[in-house]
Structure formats: C-alpha cells, structure tokens
C-alpha cells in the first residue's frame, strides 16, 4: 500500500475537504503533526516563562526585555507555568503522542491507528487543555502561581495564591490534558497488541513502541488517584467543601500522595521513550544490535512497577513517619539500579561499534551523559538524611533538570533529527544541527552546575528576590546571573534549530529512496 495517500483516498472515497485534511484529521501521521507542532510552541513558550523569571533573579527589579517589570505574583505564575508547560505540555506531547503516533502504526505494518476517531478526538481535548492554560494568563489575578505541585491550601484558597480563576483554570486544564493522553494511551495499547502484521511475534516489536507503550500502560496506571484529587481540589476552590483543608477535617497532606504516587510514575512515563527514542538512534549509528533486547524489555517492565512503591521521597520533611522514610530512601535507591543498567546496556551497545557522530546520535550521546549526571545527583535527594538539608533548595532543581532536560529536549531533539527525513522526505542541515548540538548542550550544563552549588549554599526554590537572604545574595549574585545568560544564550540557539526544521521541509536534500510519509 502507499502510505502517501490517506485512507480516504485508497478506499475510493471523496477528495479530502481542507478541514477534514488538517483541521481534523483522523490520519496518525496528522495528528502527530498536530500534536508536535503544539508541543513544540508550548516547549518554546516554557522557555521564554524561564527566562523571564531568571531574568529577575540575575537582576532583581530591573525590567526584563521583551517583558517588562515581573512583580512577585507574576514572578509565581511564571514559575509555576514553565514547570507545568515543560513536563505537561511539551515533554509527553512530543516524546509520546507525536512520536508515538506517527511511529506505532508504521513500524508493525498498521495501516493507522485502531480508534482513529478516538485519536482525533483525544488531540482535540488536548488543544482545548491548551487553550484552557493559555487563557488562564487573561483572567482577573492571572495565571495560577502556587508551583506546579499545587499542594493546598496555597492552590485550594484564593486568598493565598491570589489567583482565584487562575488556579481553577490549572486544575481543569491539567484534567483536560490527563483525559486526553488516557484516550491517546488506549490507542497506542491497543493498536500494538492487536494490529500487527502477520508474523510479528512480542520479541520481533522496536523497543521504540514497547516504552511508548509501557509508558502509556503506566500513565494509565496512576492518574486515576490524582484525577479525583484534581475534582477533590476543584470543589474545594469553588464551593469550599474542605477536603484539604484541616479546619474541615480535610489533609493538605492527601493532595501530596495524590499528587506523587502519579508524579513519580510520570518521570518514567517520559523517560521510557527517551530510552526507547535513543535505543533506536544508538543501534543504527553503532551499527551494531541493541544489547540485551530482552534484557532492556524487562528491565523497563522491573523500572514501571517499582516506580509506584517511590513517592513518598518527594514528602521526607511533610510529617512522614522515619520509619516510612527508611522504607522510601531503600525503594528509591533500588529504583536507581535498573535505569543505570539500561544506560550500560546502550553502553555495551555502542562498544566496539562503527560508530558516527550525526546530529541525531550526538543528542543520543548527550543523553545517556547528562541522564547519568541526573540520576547520581538524584542518591543525595533520596537519602532521607541528606535530604532534610537539600529539599527545597537549588540543588533539587538542578537534578530534575539533569534529568528533564535530557528526556524532554535531548532526547527529543535526536528523535526529530532522526526521524525527519521519514516525516518529510528531506534531511535537515548537519553543519546546522551540529551548531544547535553544541549551542544547546554546553549552555544546558552552564545553568544548571552553578545551582547545584546555590542549593547546596542555601538557596531556596521559588524565591522572588534574594537580597532577603544576606547570607547568600551578596556573594553568589555571579552564579545566578551567569545561569541566567546561560538561558538565553541556549534559547538564541533554537533559533538556527527553527530555521533548519522549517527551511528543510522545502530546501533540504531529498532523503532519497527512504520516502517520505508525509506529516502534512
């Protein structure tokens, strides 16, 4: 079959309206397309959010340019955004709707995806959880600003976070957002299992769609505690019922393990296809076999289910039991020891392998060593001890990054490198991709460093203006502000990224027999 026509059009049906072609499409190629698209604005509107509110840490009451004077509330709601956009709307549109869209049907020989309605529709909740955020920054008190974990009572009375629309419109924004990835996750399950080509046997399936799929089973697994949390914490917003307050019988503490016990399991909802994203890239690149398929493949089953039995780590210094924090500290060092043994495998993978250095493997190579960086800084923060002096500080925000940044943008990145010539049938510019490469990696390790040594001085997160802190504002100003000039120089540096992607799509060299599927 041509893979260039719709199915409309094999089937002998009418010419496709302009509507039924882009604005609803039911095609998989499309709707990852769509789902690219809107996660890659939503990628660059985080970090614009970043660079504003580090603007005002670098140089606290000076306008920001492009921006203007951020007062503290502004200061909030932008933090809170850049944390919500970046894990929310960028990291699992990209890295599992698109990439799992356009890659699932034609990597087992489907001819789309098995619910292609449902598919449409799941992308369509998911542009109105968009827009639903978006707006939230228009509304009387602004957009919400009491962190992206929204614990209460900071996010449940508006008199705390001042932002009474703001912090309803989060709420069902990220609700919205949940129903959608539930429906694209049923998809994405079913079409694998069921839809395969004649032949091709569990063990014969690309790693690629086992962690999209895993990670899909995953999500799917833990958003219902936190779904109900998110209703719970709606009608306390709007009709006061209490649930998380304590002068009502509620728990503020509830919220935490509601909001955990689904936030743990979503770092490797999106970290299994970064793995899975730079396993394929690594394999070809090495030109060698993956190590240890089956070893990776139950290796990522091990990684989910021990990922449910972690999340009290994020709540050490809420109240917990120590006798509970002993339990935790042991399951988050354990956790530690299947994802470090995916790392050696893609390591022992690239041993002795004819080994090139393209854009794509690049990102891949990055990868595995920022991740790295990420998960031995993450030992410190999961020993209880230790961390009753790190929560809350720098320190903690620099290892998430090690860990984020490598799964959401490098890992990404060397995805849409990769795959761009099967999606347009031209390939992007090396000399180009390569200046992106270096003006994004290099400048990532420059903000970042520095907070690991701010945290560990005493810096805590989320704070407007450090000239309170006398004991660390004076003579650690020069770390702030050169984290800060790292941002932007590594936000100036998507510029020549922007310029390829789209320029390639009508300038760059044919991807030759490779044809092109045509996201558009």
């Known amino acids: 079959m041509d893979h260039n026509h719709d199915n409309h059009s094999d089937h ?5 309206t302009f509507s039924e072609k882009y604005l609803f499409p039911v095609d998989h190629k499309r709707i990852a397309a ?9 990628g660059l509107l985080g970090g614009f959010f970043a660079y504003i509110f580090r603007s005002q840490q670098a140089h606290p009451g000076s306008e920001v340019l492009g921006y203007g004077l951020v007062n503290a509330n502004q200061y ?6 850049h944390g919500t956009l970046m894990i929310f709307w960028f990291a699992m549109p990209v890295l599992i709707a698109a990439f799992g869209n356009f890659l699932i049907p034609l990597m087992i020989g489907a001819d789309d995806m098995v619910f292609p309605r449902i598919n449409r529709l799941s992308y369509q909740i998911f542009l109105l959880s968009t827009i639903v955020l978006i707006a939230s920054f228009f509304v009387p008190g602004g957009a919400f600003g009491g962190a992206w974990t929204a614990y209460p009572p900071l996010s449940s009375t508006a008199q705390y976070s001042m932002t009474p629309w703001g912090s309803t419109m989060w709420i069902t924004a990220v609700g919205l957002e949940f129903v959608a990835f539930l429906l694209g996750g049923i998809n994405f399950i079913v079409t694998l299992m069921n839809a395969r080509a004649p032949g091709m046997k569990m063990y014969d399936i690309p790693i690629v769609l086992w962690t999209i799929v895993i ?3 995953l999500f799917m697994a833990s958003v219902g505690p936190l779904l109900a949390g998110a209703i719970m914490l709606i009608f306390d917003q709007t009709m006061h019922i209490g649930f998380y307050d304590p002068q009502k019988g509620g728990d503020p503490i509830l919220w935490q393990h509601l909001f955990w016990f689904f936030g743990h399991p979503e770092v490797y909802v999106v970290l299994l296809p970064a793995m899975g994203i730079v396993a394929e ?9 993956l190590f240890g398929y089956r070893t990776v493949l139950f290796t990522m089953f091990g990684t989910g289910l021990l990922s449910f039995v972690v999340w009290a780590h994020h709540q050490f210094l809420a109240g917990v039991d120590p006798r509970m924090s002993n339990l935790f ?3 988050t060092i354990l956790i ?12 022992a993978t690239l041993y002795k392998g004819s080994i090139e250095l393209t854009t794509a493997m690049l990102f891949a190579l990055s990868f595995l060593a920022a991740f790295l960086m990420g998960g031995v800084t993450g030992i410190f923060l999961g020993a209880s001890g230790a961390d009753t002096y790190l929560h809350d500080t720098y320190f903690v925000i620099a290892h998430f990054h090690y860990t984020f940044v490598p799964i959401a943008i490098l890992a990404g990145l060397a995805g849409l490198y990769f795959w761009y010539p099967k999606m347009y049938g031209r390939m992007m510019n090396e000399t180009l991709g390569k200046i992106h490469f270096w003006g994004t990696f290099i400048p990532f390790n420059c903000i970042f460093i520095p907070l690991f040594y701010l945290g560990a001085a005493g810096d805590q997160r989320r704070v407007y203006n450090y000239g309170a802190f006398p004991h660390t504002a004076a003579n650690l100003q020069y770390l702030r502000q050169f984290a800060t000039a790292s941002v932007i120089v590594m936000l100036l540096f998507q510029i020549p990224f922007l310029y390829n992607y789209f320029t390639s799509m009508f300038k760059g060299k044919i991807a030759g027999k490779n044809s092109s599927f045509g996201l558009w």
């Open 336 to 347: 530690s020891i299947p994802v470090t043994e995916m790392c050696f495998v893609y390591i």
């Open 34 to 42: 769509q789902y690219l698209t809107t996660g890659m604005f939503m």
């Open 281 to 289: 890239i690594i394999t070809v690149f090495s030109r060698k076999k």
């Open 215 to 217: 990670a899909s089973i």
């Open 12 to 16: 002998g049906h009418h010419e496709m």
């Open 76 to 81: 909030n709601a932008l933090a809170t955004s």
């Open 329 to 331: 500290t042991v399951t």
